[in-house]
């Protein structure tokens, strides 16, 4: 399937490992998430998105899918109105019922954007650091 661009969609930008971890998800997983980000892109918010607890507020939020027995997520933020960023996509592990194991959610680049708010992201969309380009 070729996805044609329209000039008016925002540009997707994958942060750190995200676009990489996403690769190991399902395929299911990989094409819910894909149209999900693919909504995100032509401004609407998909239904499977929400905002991440902890991260004040709705500039931060994951789109979350379920496989068998498995939950899997991406974060991405809406700060920025020509770019979305994809921060951080991976396999929930939980320990306890529905809680999220943030041992392995705040991993690079969560603590730089989250310890400052968005100072990495910042610097990404100032062109300093260079990001992978969908």
């Known amino acids: 399937m ?5 000039k008016d969609d925002k540009k997707l930008v994958w942060i750190g490992s995200a676009l990489g971890d996403i690769r190991e998800f ?22 499977s998105a929400k905002p991440l607890k902890g991260f004040g507020g709705a500039g931060v939020l994951e789109i979350i899918e379920d496989y068998c027995t498995d939950t899997y997520r991406a974060c991405y933020t809406v700060r920025f109105s020509e770019v979305i ?6 396999q929930k592990k939980s320990k306890k019922g529905i809680e999220t194991a943030y041992s392995g959610v705040l991993r690079p680049p969560f603590p730089e954007i989250f310890g400052h708010p968005f100072r990495s992201t910042s610097a990404t969309y100032s062109g300093q650091l260079r990001p992978v380009l969908n």
Do not use: S, T, W
Not at 27 to 46: H, S
Not at 85 to 90: D, P
């Open 2 to 6: 070729i996805k044609m661009k329209r």
């Open 26 to 47: 399902p395929e299911d997983v990989k094409n819910d998430i894909g149209y999900a980000l693919d909504r995100v892109q032509k401004g609407d918010k998909p239904a």
């Open 85 to 90: 960023y994809v921060l951080h996509c991976f």
